[in-house]
Structure formats: C-alpha cells, structure tokens
C-alpha cells in the first residue's frame, strides 16, 4: 500500500496548455512538498504547502488537508518544464517523508 | 546551483564493500536529510539529523549509518553492499528542522555496486 498516490503517472502535452497533477496521501501530514526532477537528476524543491495555495510564476500548488489531497498546477506550460514532479508528504507522527513515484511530465513544442 | 555540496558524483564498488558518502550542506543550513533514489522504489527517506543530533528515522537499513559533524557536515556510511543498494543517494539541507522548511538538494551521488 503506498501513503502516497500521484496521478498521472505520465503527462504529454501541448506548449500552451494548462496541466494539473494530482496527489493523494492516506496519512496525517504536517507538510507536503512538491519536488521538480530534470532529466539530468537534479531535484529541486518547488512548494512546501501546510494549507491552502500557493503560486510562483507559471505555478500553483494546492492542498486540501480534509479530502489528503493537493494538486499541482502549471499554466502556459512550455518545453523547460519536461521534468518528473513528485508529491512528498511529511507523516506527523515520527516525522518521517513518504513519496509518490512521480508523474512524468513532457511538453512538446 | 543549491549551495549543497555531495561527493564522490559516482562511486563503483563490489558487492560486500563498504563506502562514505558525503554531504556539506548550505551555508547556514542546521538541518540534513539523507535520500535514496532506485528505479524500483523510488524515492525512499533514510534519515534526518539537525544540529549534530537525529531527528527522524525513515527506512535506513541496519548496514546503513549516518552522522552529522560539528562543522554540520554529514556523512553516510553504507556497508555490507549488495546489488541492490545501487541507487542514487541524495542530500538535502534546510535551515532549521521543521517540516515547513524548504530543503534544498544536493547533486546525489550515484552508487553502483557490481
């Protein structure tokens, strides 16, 4: 059983258009964060979210602690955001990370 | 660039070794994590220490051990190796240790163990 459950699991799309990834955890959380990974490995921290919405730039992110779900938005997408994006929650009990296995994303130009 | 330093970027070792990785996180940053990246499960947390002490445990196997220095480096240590510990392990360092706290990641380094 995983805490964590990312959907899509793959993602191609259009330049231009707007994309939502999903996530569902079935633990009590004191955070989720969202990471970005590029094809060469790096991963980068994108949002860190304990209610509500946040934005920065072309995304959005957004979490709803009653339903454990959060979702990642991406408006006007373009080819530089071809990354794996990954759901990561921080149980609140033992403070241990939990991880979806990724959506990954390709927009073509 | 995260500030975050990891080295060795790729390490081959045989099985039955035993290998250091090793992290220094961003100036400044009190806090590190260890991660473990495979093709088969993913990202998986192995361990959190801030400030020299362990704050969370995650799926460390009993081979594995990790510690954080005075000067806030860390290190993790990996013995007995077996096939399947080829992975990439990943650092990442935060300012203090709450889970509100923004990680930044280190490069990984990537184990192969043959």
């Known amino acids: 059983k995983n805490e964590v459950e990312q959907s899509p699991q793959n993602l191609t799309a259009q330049e231009g258009e707007f994309i939502t990834i999903n996530c569902s955890y079935s633990v009590g959380i004191s955070a989720l964060h969202w990471l970005q990974q590029h094809p060469g490995g790096g991963i980068v921290s994108l949002f860190m979210l304990s209610s509500g919405k946040k934005k920065h730039g072309r995304l959005i992110a957004t979490i709803n602690i009653q339903e454990k779900h959060s979702s990642l938005h991406i408006t006007a997408s373009h080819p530089r955001d071809s990354a794996v994006y990954i759901c990561a929650v921080r149980w609140t009990f033992g403070n241990q990370f939990y991880f979806g296995t990724g959506t990954s994303l390709t927009v073509i130009p | 660039d995260s500030g975050v330093t990891q080295t060795p970027k790729h390490l081959i070792t045989a099985t039955g070794q035993r290998v250091t990785l090793r992290c220094s996180p961003r100036?400044?940053?009190?806090?590190v994590y260890w991660y473990q990246q495979s093709l088969d499960q993913g990202l998986q947390f192995l361990i959190q220490y801030y400030n020299g002490e362990e704050r969370a445990k995650g799926n460390i196997l009993e081979r594995f051990s990790a510690q954080q220095f005075p000067d806030l480096h860390s290190e993790l240590n990996l013995s007995s190796l077996e096939l399947g510990d080829s992975a990439l392990y990943f650092c990442?360092?935060?300012?203090?240790?709450?889970?509100?706290?923004?990680?930044?990641f280190g490069p990984g380094t990537r184990l192969t163990v043959l």
């Open positions: 990442a360092s935060s300012t203090v240790a709450g889970p509100t706290d923004t990680q930044y």
């Open positions: 100036s400044g940053d009190l806090s």
